[in-house]
């Protein structure tokens, strides 16, 4: 399950709460921008546009606090590519999710002789979880807020989204309450406030699940491919990453027949044309 992608969920599909808790602005005239970055593709998690200030709230989510390349550098990379392409002044912020000791969640800049770049770090198990339950799309991070006692703090959380009007908006919000919940609760506790049975019905669930299994089969493929022929180009990672479950599991069996990158570079456009 990717902790991740509800986070990414929750800001592509409700920006303006997260521009009002991170911004403390009150704007609605918010776009949301391509999360997808040019010159070797990288993605962000989320690109919110204010539009009447010309600027740019940028998100990155991390459960883990280790990343490749490390994060401050990721974060300068994003950022010279959101202005190289925007031209605005951007507020970056990293959520970390999951409570930890490690420095890369108490670290907010990048100092490389001359090169200076900060950004900005909100670590959940230290904030209020006050702010949080006043909005439905975050809800799902008040379950990781600052807490003394965690029955409470689920029930306060229940309790919101038992309020939710909506049936469809009130099962995606219940999957993604559930799903972050895990990273801080027992499953017995979760259940004893929760109704799993919102989650299951709630098509983003069915999503997350679906994304995970294909990520899984695209790891596996690629790691097949690379002790088959070696060194898989970037770009060609990139097409067997766009392939639907049944081309992976399709190349899954090709692969075996390979000899090097030029054997995929065929089997690929063979794809594509079908």
Same mark, same amino acid.
């Given at each position: 399950m990717s902790f991740d992608n509800i986070c990414k969920y929750l800001a592509a599909s409700y920006p303006e709460p997260f521009v009002r808790w991170l911004l403390a602005s009150n704007a609605t005239d918010i776009q949301l921008l391509p999360s997808e970055l040019s010159r070797d593709p990288i993605r962000a998690d989320a690109v919110i546009r204010l539009q009447s200030t010309n600027s740019i709230l940028h998100l990155e989510f991390q459960t883990l606090p280790t990343s490749t390349p490390p994060l401050p550098l990721r974060m300068l990379d994003y950022w010279v590519r959101l202005y190289r392409q925007y031209e605005c002044p951007i507020e970056q912020v990293v959520?970390? %999710?999951?409570? &930890? &000791? +490690?420095?890369?969640?108490?670290? +907010?800049? %990048?100092?490389?002789g001359n090169t200076q770049h900060r950004y900005r770090v909100v670590r959940l198990w230290e904030q209020d979880a006050a702010p949080l339950l006043t909005n439905p799309a975050l809800l799902p991070l008040a379950v990781l807020a600052r807490t003394d006692s965690s029955a409470a703090l689920l029930e306060q959380v229940a309790t919101q989204v038992d309020m939710i009007e909506e049936p469809q908006q009130q099962r995606n919000i219940s999957a993604c309450v559930e799903v972050l919940a895990s990273l801080r609760f027992e499953p017995d506790l979760i259940r004893q406030y929760l109704r799993e049975e919102l989650m299951r019905e709630s098509p983003i669930y069915q999503e997350i699940i679906q994304e995970g299994v294909q990520r899984g089969k695209q790891d596996t493929v690629i790691r097949l491919l690379t002790r088959r022929i070696g060194t898989v180009p970037p770009q060609l990672q990139a097409q067997v990453q766009s392939l639907s479950i049944e081309q992976l599991d399709e190349l899954s069996e090709a692969l075996f027949d390979f000899a090097s990158a030029t054997d995929l570079t065929a089997w690929l456009q063979q794809e594509l044309m079908r």
């Open positions: 959520i970390f %999710l999951q409570e &930890t &000791t +490690n420095n890369a969640a108490y670290t +907010n800049q %990048l100092s490389v």
